[in-house]
Nanobody, 126 residues
Framework: QVQLVESGGGLAQAGGSLRLSCAASGRTFSTYAMGWFRQAPGKERAFVAAINWSVGSTYYADSVKGRFTISRDNEKNTVYLQMNSLRPEDTAVYYC???????????????????WGQGTQVTVSS
């Protein structure tokens, strides 16, 4: 099995920055995809960003393009989400997810992923 642990959430002011981390442990495979999703109060879980591990191809939701960056550290089996120019509407619980194969057209779907972390709270003050 695979375990995912998120960290780095907290409180930020509008216009500020945070960096989230997701460390994967257990049985990972040579090629897989990892993604970030978020869920605000009263809303469904929504796609934020994804990366195909082997080649580093990335995908972003329109709402975060130009502000958020997803990246990976192969030696640490860790994926990061650098969040800049934060807005109050970015406030949500952020979740890390993993699929044991690359995702090229379904990376935005919650149902595409097999493993999920417990989430980390991000709050942006107005």
């Amino acid at each position: 099995q695979v375990q995912l642990v998120e960290s780095g959430g907290g409180l930020a002011q509008a216009g500020g920055s945070l960096r989230l981390s997701c460390a994967a442990s257990g049985r990972t495979f040579s090629t897989y995809a990892m993604g970030w999703f978020r869920q605000a109060p009263g809303k469904e879980r929504a796609f934020v960003a994804a990366i195909n591990w082997s080649v580093g191809s990335t995908y972003y939701a329109d709402s975060v393009k130009g502000r958020f960056t997803i990246s990976r550290d192969n030696e640490k089996n860790t994926v990061y989400l650098q969040m800049n120019s934060l807005r109050p509407e970015d406030t949500a619980v952020y979740y890390c997810a993993l699929k044991n194969r690359p995702l090229y057209s379904t990376y935005y779907r919650v149902s595409s992923y097999d493993y999920w972390g417990q989430g980390t709270q991000v709050t942006v003050s107005s």
